[in-house]
């Protein structure tokens, strides 16, 4: 089955720094990767997804790029605000299965 | 519309006692999940609904764990004979489909055995 790693962990940067969130999967009939954001004391929530079909995708301050030959995904902030504070899980997922979440990583902007 | 509903939002229980979790997913969805998440940590798959398929029970800890889901709606997460490490917050999730689609998750029901 699949098995998604995400790193790092913890990452703290300064306000306007930018941010970026590493994952990797298993299994190459993988075509979909989500990435949710859990405020503290809150649900999580999608931010951003990328299909197999497209290498990157932007919304404002967030993108994710995909590469499939390395079976890698990243999530990249810029301009980091003190509300980019959160844990953000990263997800793969073959379209017909489960979809599996990363371990998470705590993602700390200091003013 | 109406999002994910989960309920009780807090629950406190003797140890050994049972307990029941209920999920009310957005209407029209087919595919639930539940999780479970200890403070701080990830989110840790328990169970996964999908249509009228055989349910995936493979994040299932113990035999005390089982779920069912009522007429492909209502979702309910059983814990029998609670001990202290089943502590933590239980999230459902539904989404239209399956994998591929954007999870919607309920506000979570805190479970504190004593």
């Known amino acids: 089955g699949e098995n998604v790693e995400q790193h790092p962990s913890t990452l703290s940067v300064q306000e306007g720094d930018s941010a970026v969130i590493k994952c990797t999967y298993s299994?190459?009939?993988?075509?979909?990767f989500p990435w949710y954001k859990q405020e503290l004391g809150k649900r999580p929530q999608l931010i951003i997804d990328?299909?197999?079909?497209?290498g990157e995708k932007k919304d404002q301050r967030i993108a994710v790029t995909l590469n499939k030959t390395a079976k890698h995904f990243s999530l990249h902030i810029t301009e980091t605000q003190p509300e980019d504070s959160a844990v953000y899980f990263c997800?793969?997922?073959?379209?017909?299965?489960?979809?599996?979440f990363g371990a998470g990583t705590r993602l700390a902007v200091h003013p | 519309g109406a999002g994910v509903s989960q309920s009780p939002s807090n629950k406190v229980t003797e140890k050994g006692k049972d307990v029941e979790l209920r999920c009310d997913p957005i209407?029209?969805?087919?595919?639930l999940y539940w999780y479970r998440q200890s403070l701080g940590q990830g989110l840790e798959f328990l169970i996964y609904?999908?249509?009228?398929?055989?349910?995936?029970k493979s994040g299932l800890p113990s035999d005390r764990f089982s779920a069912e889901r009522t007429g492909g709606s209502v979702s309910t997460l059983t814990i029998q004979r609670t001990q202290q490490e089943d502590s933590a917050v239980y999230l459902c999730?539904?989404?239209?489909?399956?994998?591929?689609?954007?999870?919607?998750f309920g506000p979570g029901t805190r479970l504190t055995v004593t």
């Open positions: 990328i299909r197999s079909n497209v």
């Open positions: 209407s029209g969805h087919t595919a």
């Open positions: 609904f999908q249509g009228n398929s055989a349910p995936d």
């Open positions: 299994d190459s009939a993988s075509n979909y």
């Open positions: 997800a793969a997922s073959d379209g017909y299965n489960k979809l599996i």
């Open positions: 999730a539904s989404s239209s489909r399956s994998g591929f689609y954007e999870q919607y």
